[in-house]
């Protein structure tokens, strides 16, 4: 009897609240904002031996997974990731084990008897939300640095407030993207000095976006969460 295997078995969304930093007494507003911690690597499909118990055959795919996103179907055979041969599917998990989530690996696999390859952006099997309060007065970004993009509240399930430190004069486009890189929202603001500025996504569906800003000499990217 073949084993089967789910590589990387689900995704879980989880919140914890914590207070990172103590708060001035002088601080004018405070803000909430998000850290996002992604955690083992995630390709999302149900495995077993392929044939010749070689190789790992996709026994199922995983929905909203890197696996559905870049079409892997039932019946695929993934032979090598990376450099790396594929012997069986318990080394299929492996191989994936040693990524990061986000990296991106090249998948070669047999779609209905012809070889292929693909670049694939692995995703994460647990993605924890960790929520902080922060004062506003002083941007800082939830990667802590002080040149990047705020965003908050994020999760978010209506409007967003975009904020950062650094002083803008003039247009300012905002786009933001799905995970396949279709732009979903874009606009364009006139801002003069520290960049502060409220979109609405309500109409968005609920998952994972990148929200990018450029004002023709700087650009800023950061993650956005929307939930419903």
């Known amino acids: 009897m073949k084993k089967i295997i789910l590589l990387s078995i ?32 995630f390709l999302g499909v149900q495995i077993i031996n392929g044939p010749r118990n070689m190789n790992a055959q996709i026994l199922r795919v995983i929905e909203n997974t890197s696996a559905e996103r870049n079409g892997f179907i039932v019946g695929d055979i993934i032979t090598k990731v990376d450099a790396t041969s594929i012997l069986d599917n318990f080394h299929l998990v492996s191989v994936i084990g040693e990524y990061q989530p986000g990296d991106k690996v090249v998948i070669n696999y047999i779609h209905e008897g012809i070889e292929s390859s693909m670049k694939v952006k692995l995703g994460a099997k647990i993605t924890r939300v960790v929520t902080e309060q922060i004062c506003c007065d002083e941007v800082k970004s939830v990667n802590g640095s002080i040149d990047e993009l705020l965003i908050y509240p994020n999760p978010a399930t209506s409007n967003v407030t975009l904020k950062t430190k650094e002083v803008f004069s003039g247009n300012v486009n905002i ?52 939930t419903k």
């Open 10 to 41: 689900g995704l879980f969304l989880g919140a914890a609240t914590i207070n990172a930093q103590a708060i001035s007494s002088d601080c004018k507003q405070t803000c909430e904002i998000t850290k996002i911690i992604e955690e083992g690597p």
């Open 175 to 226: 786009m933001v993207y799905d995970l396949q890189g279709k732009e979903v929202f874009s606009s364009a603001v006139k801002s003069e000095g520290r960049f502060n500025q409220s979109i609405d996504v309500s109409s968005l569906l609920a998952g994972q976006y990148f929200v990018k800003l450029n004002n023709g000499t700087s650009n800023y990217t950061e993650k956005l969460f929307v």
